[in-house]
Structures are given as structure tokens and as C-alpha cells.
């Protein structure tokens, strides 16, 4: 069982995320870089984070017509990062146009997901708001998915409530990487479907990204390690059940 945690980065600059890694003392956790910090610093910042060994997923989520995505992606291949991604919203061309560009640059390793729904969207939002009105939060979430798994993408980002009908519709080693994760009793901020770390274990979630709730910590890593632990003493009692 791989380390399920990705913390979210989501700091104004280089230094003040190498601040709060260096609390971690060596470790090199997973790490999300998100739109603020990677464009704020750029590929050395990305550069800094893979010499010291640190996993990585650049979270910035690329939606424009096929060939620019193209061209994007063959650019972000060569950081050599572990997961990078793309709104399914552009639609099968545009996905197969991102996944193209990675190969172009060699990137076979690197994982392509894409975002469903924002964790922020609610089903308000999808029907007065993007005018999606016959189709639930939840179904959209699965159809997006499935435009993914038959572009040939690795997984998506979605909320843990739809972890487990994504992992049912595109099979199981389809990724499923979900934010919107608060421990218990913990701020939801903006976030609108959010889960537990043990409901997250349980409901089919392969990373969690977590962000304020580790990031704004008074003791991070003890609250790194609360979580972790959380998550695998749900994951092994209910040793995905959900799936057989
Ligand atoms: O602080 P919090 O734990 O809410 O951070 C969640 C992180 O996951 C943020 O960096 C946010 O941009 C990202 N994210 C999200 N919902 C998505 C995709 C990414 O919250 N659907």
C-alpha cells in the first residue's frame, strides 16, 4: 500500500513552502504544486523539489483547445513530475491532445488525471450556474471520468463520494486523487464535498491533497502523521470491500 497523502503546497513563494517542508526534517513527502506557487517560481522551484526526492503532482489544470494543450503538455513532460492534469471539460480531443504532448516529450511515466468537477461546485452550481440541469453532480462526475479512461488518461480528480461509482465505471486501477479531505471537526473553508481521511480509505480514494489542514497546522507533521494513520487503520479494517 503506497503513502496516500499529497500535501497541497499552496504557498505564495518558494520560500515559505521550503520553510514549512523543512519542518518535515529530510522526509520528502508527496507534495501538490499548485497555480500560485508554480506560477509565481517557475520549472526551478519543480527542479529544487526533485533533487531533494520529493513526489510530485503540478496541479494546474490545463483547459484550451487541443494543440496548445499539446504544446503545453510536451513542455511540462520534460520537469519529469509524477502527475500532472487537465479539465475533462475540453473535451476527448483535448485529452488525447495532453496525453500526445506528454509522450512527445518522453514523459511515459508521468500520469495524466483529469479534474471531474471542482470539489468546490455544488449541484446548485451545476444547474444555475453551468447550466448542466438533467444530469446530477454525481453522474456528470462519472461521464467526465469515463472520457478520460477512453482518452487513455490515468484517473481524475473528483470528490471521495464519487471515488467508488468512478472506480465501478473506468475499473480499479483507475486513480482516483481526492481533495476536499478535512479530519473530523476540522475547517471546510471553501470546500463544498468534503470526507474524512477514514471515509476516504473506505469509499475507494488512492490520494488524498490535502492542503490547509496540514498547511496551517500549528504541528504539521504530527497532523501529516494523525491523518496517515487514520487513513491506513480505515483502509486495512475495511480492506476495500467496497470494491468485491
Ligand atoms: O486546503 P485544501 O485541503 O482545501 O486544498 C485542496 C487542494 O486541492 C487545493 O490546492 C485545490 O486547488 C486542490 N483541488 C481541489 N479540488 C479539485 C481539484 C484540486 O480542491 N477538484
Redo the contacts with the bound molecule.
Sequence with gaps: MENPVII?L?FENADKAKEFLSSFKGQSPYV?V?MELYYAEGPSFIKWLKERNFRIFL?LKLHDIPTTVHKAMKVLGSLNVDIVNVHAAGGTAMLKAAKEGLLAAGAYHTKLIA?TQ???TTEKVLSDELLIKDTSLNDCVAHYAKLAKDSGLDGV?CSVQEANSIKKVCGYDFLTVT???RPQGADT?D?ARIATPAEAARMGSDFM?????ITHSDQPVNTYKDILNEWRESYENNNRKTFA
Design positions: 497541497a499552496d501538490k499548485g496541479d479534474v471542482l470539489t468546490s480528480v481533495p476536499g479531505i473553508h470546500q491533497v490535502i492542503g490547509r489542514s
